[in-house]
């Protein structure tokens, strides 16, 4: 077996992590294992993700045939059904890879965090099992070669999401925000599942290796040489040019519905602010770095289907961009330490969409930058949030740099990243999809398509400065200025092993330690397993972009682009290499350049210098105010347009079972309890009577015997 | 041949024999619609039992067929188990009730 062989295990290590995890959860004495044997297979994948690396077709360094741009590693045959063939199997080109970094790097570094964040909670195994598991998931979320093993992980990842939000099961608002979480999701993805019948049926096939070649064909109207292609994608475009041609309509727009869902954009972003109820790893790993993020992979893995549309990616940029303008200015009124993060992460989201929308590097660049520096804010706000005992008002923090150097200075490379700060990774992959999006705008033939290109470039630009602004206007309010915090309720971080036996020394010195904490106020995290991981997520928020965009001897420069223009992504465009492309985006550089210092400046000077001057500012503008801290009212809307109807509906159908159904039922029951009131006394028991009934009955029968044989 | 000439009749005829199952079947079926001892009636579906056997052999002799003279055979072998073990049933209900009255079991009454 070859190292490349080896790939297509990636996702069973976590498989193997989830079988152990759920092995400690029975026996207490193993409970505290389950930790490092998640950070373990996690581990494992990621090792092999890297000796694989090489391997991969079309990665730098390797030459690209035309014919053999991906490679497909079966693991075993699935479904064979007339022609419709699922296999088992994982689809390799430079895209897959770089999600696979992200999920299994970011993934390790997140669960060796969580082995410290959750130390001590009840029901540590299970977290992480469903953490393992949820790696499985998305593994082969990005590694399947057909869009059903895609949506397996896709409804994988869902089920994850919805357990890890759930996880303290005994709090109600975490319980409501799960069943949110998966409410929000299962619409979407009926929309993702409609989209793949409507693949299967335009192309007879829902293999990528398949229809994203057949899909490139029909793209290029045949001018590629038709020999090339093989037989099965020889008969998909045969197949597609005999459908109905509203079927290729249709299907980017039903798939984009699942990637709406999934990845938080309007309109079903509804679920992901709500999410930040389970445990902050978990925000961050699966509701920042990974699993919101496969929407976006989708349509980029899917980007030869989605243009067979005129106006699909449009439409996915123009959403975008509006998503990312919504969340941006709901983000600057937050006062919820993750609620901010929550918000931009949904807004982020929104520029990856322009990103793909616009076919640029930009969009995964932007998707792997994100990863990094979006779990590090992440898992920095955990640190905070552990340190003041589940506090998470920023109204009520500042000056926390005294008590937690190294939180702070962590969290404030992430703040400059996500800010977009000049020659950080966020500014890089930022820039780079937004000078796109202009591009497209200008360069985009049909009128319509290129406004709606355009406005989402300017709604992302405008967005850009008010990122800038509420990440800083957090980090200053929570570290700068005078010290002063308040405890939240949770005494959760109390390691209070549920194997130990309570005596009553053990819990007098409990009782010490609980009180001695309070007394002490916040305090720095351990290095290990905390900080540490926190250091590779810092680095990469900072020097990524520029490592992968100017090379700095590591890599190439020019990496991350070639790696793309050689996945399928890009199989049907160009990047674009003029002099005006190369001056629209140093325009758009400049210009986000100055957005980002401004708003870092706004937010020095309101947050951290002259605080005093908020209010009186504030006094004008309350009622905009109002409707920002009250997030648009979007979900008192759907309660009102959504929810309300539903539920009256609901109770009309429930009257009408309650009193014509089961009045309908109930009747149908009491006939027989009627016959039977009426023949129940011939029933009494006595022997002798029922062998009368059998003469009786002997005799009739004799007597319509005698009278059929005389023939009357 | 000569006795039965001197009682008055003439060959045995199916008949006969078909009226003395009948007769055998009505007295069993009597017994058992009237009689409350349990023995009593067990007793009587016997007679009912003997009456439809002597029925089936006179019908073979009268058909020349075999079969059913074969089948009375295997009929009172099953009998007599059946016999055993309905008298096995009377016995424990005796015990339990400590009475042969048939209508004193209406447990089962709807």
Not at chain 1, 111 to 130: C, D, I, V
Not at chain 1, 476 to 482: N, Q, R, T
Not at chain 1, 600 to 628: D, G, M, Y
Not at chain 1, 688 to 702: E, K, P, R, S
């Amino acid at each position: 077996m070859t190292t490349f062989e080896l790939a297509k295990f990636i996702p069973w290590f976590p498989a193997v992590g989830v079988i152990l995890c759920l092995i400690c959860c029975t026996k207490p004495a193993l409970r505290k294992l389950a930790g490092p044997i998640c950070v373990l297979s996690i581990l494992t994948s990621f090792i092999v993700t890297c000796l694989a690396y090489k391997s991969v077709p079309g990665v730098v360094g390797t030459t690209v045939d035309e014919n053999t741009k991906f490679a497909v590693l079966n693991l075993f045959d699935w479904i064979h059904v007339g022609n419709f063939k699922a296999n088992f199997s994982y689809f390799f080109d430079p895209l897959t890879i770089i999600m696979l970094f992200v999920v299994t790097g970011i993934g390790t570094l997140i669960a060796t965090y969580a082995m410290g964040y959750m130390h001590g909670e009840r029901g540590y195994a299970r977290f992480f099992a469903a953490v393992a598991l949820f790696i499985f998931s998305m593994t082969n979320l990005v590694m399947g070669d057909n869009l059903l093993v895609l949506y397996l992980g896709w409804e994988g990842v869902g089920l994850c999401s919805y357990l890890l939000i759930g996880y303290y099961y005994d709090q109600p608002i975490a319980v409501e925000a799960a069943k949110k979480a998966f409410i929000v999701n299962r619409i979407g993805d009926l929309g993702f599942a409609l989209g793949i019948f409507l693949t299967y049926l335009t192309f007879g096939s829902i293999e990528f290796n398949v229809i994203i070649p057949a899909a490139q064909e029909l793209l290029a109207n045949g001018s590629h040489a038709a020999t090339a292609l093989s037989e099965p994608v020889k008969a998909a475009i045969a197949q597609a040019q005999s459908v109905n041609p509203a079927y290729l309509t249709w299907i980017p727009f039903l798939l984009m519905l699942g990637a709406f869902g999934k990845s938080a954009q309007i309109p079903l972003f509804v679920w992901l602010p709500d999410a930040m109820a389970g445990p902050t790893p978990v925000s961050a790993l699966v509701h920042a770095a990974t699993m919101v993020t496969s929407g976006v992979y989708m349509v980029a893995r899917l980007t030869p289907i989605f243009q067979l549309s005129e106006y699909a990616l449009p439409a996915v940029a123009l959403v975008g961009g509006i998503t990312c303008i919504f969340a941006g200015t709901i983000a600057l009124t937050n006062n919820d330490l993750k609620g901010v993060f929550a918000y931009s992460t949904v807004s982020q989201l929104g520029y990856m969409f322009i990103g793909v929308a616009v076919i640029s590097v930009g969009g995964i660049f932007h998707l792997t930058t994100h990863a990094f520096f979006k779990a590090l804010l992440f898992l920095t706000a955990g640190s905070v949030m552990h340190a003041l005992a589940g506090n998470l008002d920023i109204r009520t923090m500042s000056g926390m740099r005294k008590k937690m150097p190294v939180t702070c200075w962590l969290m404030f490379f992430g703040c400059l990243a996500l800010a977009g700060f000049p020659f950080t990774a966020g500014y890089y992959s930022k820039d780079l999809l937004l000078g796109d999006a202009i591009l497209s705008g200008i360069k985009t033939s049909d009128p319509i398509a290129a406004k709606m290109f355009y406005i989402a470039g300017i709604l992302g630009i405008i967005t850009a400065f008010m990122t800038a602004f509420y990440t800083f206007r957090l980090w200053f309010k929570v570290f700068m200025g005078p010290y002063k915090y308040e405890m939240g309720t949770d005494a959760g971080h109390e390691p209070v092993d549920d194997m130990e036996v309570i005596t009553d020394a053990v819990a007098k010195q409990h009782e010490q330690e609980h009180d001695h904490t309070h007394h002490h106020g916040p305090h720095e995290m351990p290095l290990w397993p905390m900080n540490l991981p926190l250091v590779p997520l810092a680095l990469g928020s900072i020097i990524l972009g520029a490592l992968v965009v100017s090379g700095l001897g590591i890599l190439d420069s020019k990496w991350f682009e070639s790696m793309l223009e050689n996945s399928t992504q890009f199989a049907a465009s160009h990047i674009d290499h003029s002099e005006f492309a190369h001056h629209t985006h140093t325009t758009v550089a400049i210009i986000s350049i100055i957005l980002a210092v401004l708003g870092i400046s706004l937010a020095a000077i309101f947050h951290w210098w002259k605080r005093e001057w908020v209010a009186p500012l504030c006094k004008p503008i309350t009622p905009i105010i109002n409707i920002l801290v009250n997030k648009y009212y979007i979900d008192e809307l759907y309660e009102l347009l959504i929810r309300r109807p539903l539920h009256t509906l609901g109770r009309v159908l429930f009257v009408f079972d309650d009193y014509v159904l089961a009045n309908l039922v109930n009747f149908a029951g009491f006939v027989p309890r009627l016959v039977g009131y009426a023949v129940r006394p011939t029933q009494n028991g006595v022997l002798q009577n029922y062998g009368v009934g059998m003469v009786i009955g002997l005799a009739v029968v004799i007597i319509i015997a005698f009278y059929a044989w005389l023939g009357f | 041949m000569n006795t039965l000439a001197q009682t008055g009749l003439q060959y045995p005829v199916l008949a006969h024999f078909l009226t003395t199952g009948a007769i055998l079947f009505a007295l069993g079926l009597v017994g058992f619609l009237s009689r409350r001892n349990l023995i009593i009636v067990f007793l009587c579906t016997e007679l009912m039992f003997q009456g439809v056997v002597v029925t089936l052999v006179a019908l073979s002799k009268y058909h020349m067929n075999i079969t059913g003279q074969t089948f009375v055979i295997f009929v009172l072998t099953i009998a007599a188990c059946e016999a055993a073990l309905a008298l096995a049933l009377v016995v424990l209900l005796y015990r339990r009730k400590r009475t042969l009255d048939s209508q004193s079991l209406q447990e089962l009454s709807g």
